[in-house]
């Protein structure tokens, strides 16, 4: 029997794209899968896309939230709580995977007895066009020569979490923090390198990641650094990151600050 593979999506107005996101894991190459659709009290017409696909296939769950507690933690730590894969991923209702994404991480997966695997991908725009590859691995690239992964990871969330196939664990938990929205992914990243997992990137493209117009600039906004502070610091009290990198990263932050304050 192949392995279960739980996929997560946390969604909220997503009418646009959601249609195209659930066909893109529905035709994986590798069928035996779960897709948890987790509806976080949408007002738009997501739930009729949400219900009929659930009436089409039935590897299709379904969780209704009756609040939204902001960003997508929430979400998709009530999509882990009822999966019941052996392996979990996760994709938010805008992004596309290509279709052997799947069975190709998992024979990564299995072959390198890893715990996470994730990809590279494309961009793509609003009307789905390929606009070029996605720069996560950058700072990364650069970084690799001066540290070790485990240190990189303090420096640049270098893991897509869209990208990701990882091995199920019942305490993994993404933090709810409401000032870590969009920072919640990094976080569980950090707490995996410093338990010493076995993380591995496939240099293959498996993902389409939407960038809209404001997709960039949430991330590289004073605001987005301000959360980056916020970050270290819950990481250094919580002893997983060490002074030296805590003042250093929390030093890049604040000049990103007063950078992002001086264009103004």
Known sequence: MKPLISVVTPIYNAEAYLEETILSVLE?????????????????????????????DNRVKVITLDINKGGPAYPRNE????????????????????????????????????????????TIDKEST?????????????????????????????????SVLMKKRKDMI???????????DWKLWIEYFVENKEIILVEEKLLNYRILSNSASRRNSDIGYRKTL??????????????????LSSVLAIS???LKNFER
């Not at 009290?41 to 009436?55: H, L, V």
């Not at 933090?175 to 919640?184: G, Q, R, W």
């Not at 916020?230 to 003042?247: A, C, Q, T």
Request: include cysteine; aromatic fraction near 12%.
């Open 230 to 247: 916020h970050l270290f610091s819950l990481m250094y009290l919580e002893k997983k990151i060490s002074l030296g990198h805590y003042v």
């Open 28 to 56: 994986q190459t590798y069928k035996n899968i779960e897709l948890i659709l987790v509806n976080h009290n949408s007002t738009d017409g997501s739930d009729k896309i949400i219900q009929k696909y659930q009436k089409q």
């Open 79 to 122: 999509g882990v709580k009822v999966s019941t894969g052996e392996y979990i991923a996760f994709v938010d209702s805008d992004d596309v995977w290509l279709p052997e994404k799947l069975e190709k991480q998992l024979a990564c997966l299995q072959e390198n007895k890893a715990d996470i695997v994730h990809t590279l991908a494309f």
């Open 130 to 162: 390929v606009i070029g590859d996605f720069q996560n691995q950058r700072v990364y690239n650069k970084l690799k020569y001066l540290m070790k992964k485990k240190s990189i990871i303090y420096y640049t969330n270098f893991i897509n979490i869209n």
């Open 256 to 258: 990103k600050i007063i």
């Open 174 to 184: 993404f933090s709810e923090d409401i000032n870590l929205v969009a920072m919640e």
